[in-house]
């Protein structure tokens, strides 16, 4: 989400929070909808669909995989999560790079973004498997850091290992 996508027209308000950003809080939903016709065919379109989808979820009868359905869910929660630490990409560039599958320009920044957070991606893949084989553990979290820092700023200050505490300085 961008500040630029929310104009004064925009049912809610944009509120400053700590770290210079910005939360967009929804007003109340309108107390009655006017929608067009075409609107109301989408509508409509997308309902059966959802009662299509959970037919068939529920019904046993065809499988879905999970991993369809996660997919895209894990794509975006990454590249949310990913903002927190000056990370940004988008959905179209982490596409692209997941297509390619490794840098074409080392010095472009938007690649070296996107590559952080297919990382993430790779890290929680990884840690949902392992999880089928073994409970957490924080030999499962070190190896899940190690896939996260791959090829990426600070792969090189102990990748899969905890920071350990500094000595302090004697006067």
Not at 21 to 33: C, D, F, M, N, S
Not at 50 to 62: H, N
Not at 76 to 99: D, K, N
């Amino acid at each position: 989400m961008q500040a630029s996508d929310f104009t004064e027209d925009s049912p809610g308000n944009r509120l400053p929070i700590p770290g210079g950003l910005e939360a967009y809080v929804p007003g109340p939903p309108p107390e009655e909808l006017n929608l067009d016709r075409e609107a109301v065919r989408l509508l409509a379109s997308a309902e059966r669909s959802l009662g299509q989808l959970t037919g068939m979820l529920s019904s046993g009868k065809q499988t879905l995989s999970s991993h369809l359905i996660a997919a895209p869910l894990l794509r975006g929660e990454a590249i949310s999560s990913s903002r927190i630490e000056g990370t940004v990409t988008t959905p179209e560039q982490l596409a692209l790079f997941e297509v390619t599958g490794a840098p074409q320009d080392p010095e472009d920044s938007a690649e070296r973004q996107a590559e952080e957070v297919l990382n993430y991606i790779r890290a929680l893949d990884h840690g949902f498997n392992r999880l089928r084989q073994r409970p957490p553990c924080l030999r499962l979290i070190k190896e899940m850091h190690g896939i996260l820092m791959q090829s990426v700023h600070g792969s090189d200050v102990q990748p899969g290992e905890f920071r350990r505490p500094r000595k302090p300085k004697s006067f």
